[in-house]
């Protein structure tokens, strides 16, 4: 499709200069005019010798991955405006794709504009960058450019975007604190084992006192760091590798999540999220006039749990066979119970005694017998709460109302809303909590440090002033 530079006058009678791309010089002619300028000149816009910008493709950088959620909000928000200004789509996309840093992103749009400028749409143009603008997008889009409404369905976009972005952020923020205190504490200690005990160690050795237990404890400890200080970057990546290929398998996968939806706190933290986001995301595409089926296949596909996603397809499949929405909702929420969750929680509570035997290996037998307890402790737990639905009463009557009503989306998006403040009032706790516990912890190993430090130090004094 030709680009055709123009210059107008406007209702005040101010000049304007701009392009706008059309099939024809006279549908650009009209196009004008419909925004209400009177067309004084006009002319195909021809491009520079040598210039690749026509494709875009020498234009184009390397980049790893999508364009990442800041950047997407940043940028359907800034399309909205344009669009609402009047600006036609192709130059909105252009003017975007000028002012976006290198990278998937800007990528993306230059793919966008040649597809659009060959005589795409934008929903199909979109469509073939799946990893910059996702299914969901691509058919809000869509429905926008069927129902006249492209405008709307932007804003409607752009602040879908925005509010589960902040959801995102909340969440993330909210785990970043603990872990980034346990990772420095983890470093100071490991400092302090390798090279501050030792030395103690070696004096208390030189003066041939006896070490109370506790020193004792604190010396094999730092014996043990010393010799087996690789172990601590390879157990956390040894975890996370161990969970991503369980992850790969379906069952596994199901197990994973199922588990992080039970346990204390953070499984309703995890649940809570998932429901907002949810409810959310069928919500704007229910509003934005996408099919209820094919709403219900693109929220399980960006659902990100393996649980949610086996509802919303129970759902769908119900759908299709005449039931409603609510029903088989409420039927397929209640999980079954899997062993792989069962093996995570195990696990879980075993990794207390077993790190035991990081310093103490002639105790195995004790740590044997406790890690059997807790086991069953673990599993005792998956047992009492694996039944428990992850889709609560409250959104199964909201969505049973919305349906009754006709105002499926507003209930949807009333559901986000609550679930929305859940998260941050659950946050907030966590932080709250967090905080005092982290403070707490850090000085019972203080403590413990320099109490197991300065009670041979005061027995060498007490010898020391005893033979003067």
Known sequence: MPTYQFEAMDPQGQEIKDVIDAPTQDEAQTTIRSMGYFVTKISVQKAAKGSEKSSG?????????????????????????????????????????????????????IDVCDEIEGGASLSEAMAKSPKVFDRLYVNMIKAGEAGGSLENILRRLAEFKERTQKLKNKVICAMMYPIMVVLFTIGILTFIMLKIIPEFQKMFEEFGIELPAMTQLLMDISDRVCKLWFLFPLIPIAMVLFISLVCKFRAGRMGWHLYLLKLPVIGKLVEKANLARTT????????????????????????????????????????????????????HSVPTFHPVALFFFCLTMCLPPLAVLFIQPEMWFNVAYASSVLCLMGGAWYYLKYKNPVVEELVINMVAVGEETGELDVML??????YEEEVETLTDGMMKMIEPLMIIFLGLIVLFIVASLFMPLIAIISGLTSNK
């Open 57 to 109: 493709k020498g234009r184009k950088t390397f980049a790893l991955g999508g364009a990442g959620g800041k950047k997407m909000v940043t940028f359907t928000r800034q399309l909205s405006i344009l669009q609402d200004a009047g600006l036609p789509i192709l130059r909105s996309l252009k003017i975007l794709e000028e002012q976006a840093p290198p990278g998937a992103l800007k990528n993306g749009l």
């Open 413 to 418: 998006y009333k559901v986000a809303d609550y």
């Open 280 to 331: 959310r995301t069928l919500g704007a595409l229910v509003a934005s006039g996408v099919p209820i089926i094919e709403g219900l296949t693109i929220t399980r596909e960006t659902s990100g749990n393996a649980m949610f996603e086996k509802v919303y397809a129970r759902v769908t499949d119900s759908i299709r066979e005449g039931d409603t929405i609510a029903s088989p909702m409420k039927t």
